[in-house]
Antibody, heavy 115, light 107 residues
């Protein structure tokens, strides 16, 4: 079945970067866009950006422009989200999701930013 | 930017009840609206897309309606598994993907 499996939880210090992976299976990876969404504690879901897995084109939310980088490895059917210059406010669950509307979603990766 | 607002934020109900959750957009979004369910500790799952189309595998007690700026998710007869948080989402051109603040459905 279609499945997205994300990497494990991360703890980072302020100013550091984090890279989260999203391994896809059960479908042709390059046929669907991958989105990234985050959910901070008590906050609504927030779209971060998407990557066209066929050609690597990306689109980022203005809110994260300059701090987020989306990449993919088609041979590994894996998408990546890297967020830099981390702040405590970036503590959140980070999700990947396939296509639009978003279905399915990965299980989420908790990123904790703390000194 | 288009903003999405859900009401109510919290809804108390019982098994067997019929409930409705409303989502309003600040601009006309036609039918470009999805609904998601998020159970505690789990990722969201897609219920409804294009305002009223039921995602494959989703029980028929879930239905969506509306267009333009006002939308409704209705659950016809609540089951124990339905107690969760529900989010609406506008998706459309110019890479717009805006979520509502969520509605927590509790017993």
């Amino acid at each position: 079945q279609v499945q997205l499996v994300q990497s494990g939880a991360e703890v980072k210090k302020p100013g550091a970067s984090v890279k989260v992976s999203c391994k896809a299976s059960g479908y042709i990876f390059s046929h669907y866009v991958i989105h990234w969404v985050r959910q901070a504690p008590g906050q609504r879901l927030e779209w971060m950006g998407w990557i066209n897995t066929a050609n690597g084109d990306t689109k980022y939310s203005e809110r994260f422009q300059g701090r987020v980088t989306l990449t993919r490895d088609t041979s590994a059917t894996t998408a990546y989200m890297e967020l830099s210059s981390l702040k405590s406010e970036d503590t959140a669950l980070y999700y990947c999701a396939r296509t639009t509307p978003f279905d399915p979603w990965g299980q989420g990766t908790l990123v904790t930013v703390s000194s | 930017d288009i903003q999405m607002t859900q009401s109510p934020s919290t809804l108390s109900a019982s098994v067997g009840d019929r409930v409705a959750i409303t989502c309003r957009a600040t601009q006309n979004i036609n039918i470009w609206l999805a609904w998601y369910q998020q159970r505690p500790g789990k990722a969201p799952t897609l219920l409804i897309y294009k305002a009223s189309s039921l995602q494959s595998g989703v029980p028929s007690r879930f239905s969506g309606s509306g267009s333009g700026t006002e939308f409704t998710l209705t659950i016809s007869s609540l089951q124990p598994d339905d107690f969760a948080t529900y989010y609406c989402q506008h998706y459309g051109g110019s890479s717009t993907y805006t979520f509502g603040q969520g509605t927590k459905l509790e017993i």
